[in-house]
């Protein structure tokens, strides 16, 4: 597996320092008093990419915070966004987030298709704000303009050149979700 990588973009070392960093922030952030009382948020983790990074930034929130997940429409085992992303009817939230204050946590945004359509429905549900943490961001792709609710606010870990990524939590083909750093796979494995 670790043979078809080709270089590795952020070691283990350096995720873990940042995703400290986000979670102080965030800390620090829905602990003040910006953001209306009861601010504790609820964060809702894009299955299956940002699992990794749920885990690792929950337990740097020191906040009394519920996690849930929720699944959206799949690239499958291509590396080819899908512009019309649905949310699953077989995996869906199990809180309620009506007049909460919503983080949804995703390993990465590309063009912007899977964070507008799980924007719109955390607001459909009646989440009083919906705020973004990412860890990564690759702006080159982006297609789709994503509005944040309320007082929601944008975290972003790194920004992404535009390769294609793999590693914590990030796969192609359902493989190399488990690398603990984020790489960019040999040309040769995904056009092959
Ligand atoms: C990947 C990634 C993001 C999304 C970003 O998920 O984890 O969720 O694509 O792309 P976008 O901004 O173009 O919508 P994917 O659909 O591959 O599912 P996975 O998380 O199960 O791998
Ligand atoms: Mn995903
Ligand atoms: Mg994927």
Redesign the pocket.
């Known amino acids: 597996m670790e043979d078809n990588i080709e270089k590795i973009l952020w070691t283990e070392n350096e995720i873990s320092e940042r995703v400290t960093e986000l979670g102080s922030q965030i800390t620090r952030d829905f602990k003040s008093e910006t953001v209306a009382a009861a601010a504790a948020p609820a964060i809702v983790g894009?299955?299956?990419?940002?699992f990794v990074f749920v885990a690792d930034l929950v337990r740097k929130i020191h906040l009394p915070i519920p996690v849930d997940f929720i699944?959206?429409?799949?690239?499958?085992s291509g590396t080819i966004?899908?512009a019309h992303?649905t949310i699953s009817s077989s995996f869906q939230l199990k809180l309620d987030i009506r007049g909460l204050h919503v983080i949804l946590v995703?390993?990465?945004?590309?063009?912007?298709?899977?964070?507008?359509?799980l924007i719109d429905y955390m607001k459909s549900k009646g989440a009083s704000s919906v705020s973004v943490c990412t860890l990564l961001d690759?702006p080159a792709?982006?297609?789709?303009h994503f509005e944040l609710v309320g007082e929601g606010k944008y975290y972003c870990g790194f920004e992404c050149p535009d390769y294609f990524v793999v590693g914590y939590?990030?796969?192609f083909g359902?493989i190399y979700?488990n690398l603990p750093y984020v790489g960019v796979l040999k040309p040769e494995i995904y056009k092959s």
């Open positions: 894009v299955a299956t990419g940002a699944r959206v429409g799949s690239y499958g966004s899908n992303p995703e390993d990465i945004v590309d063009t912007g298709n899977t964070l507008s359509c690759k792709r982006r297609k789709v939590g990030m796969d359902e979700r």
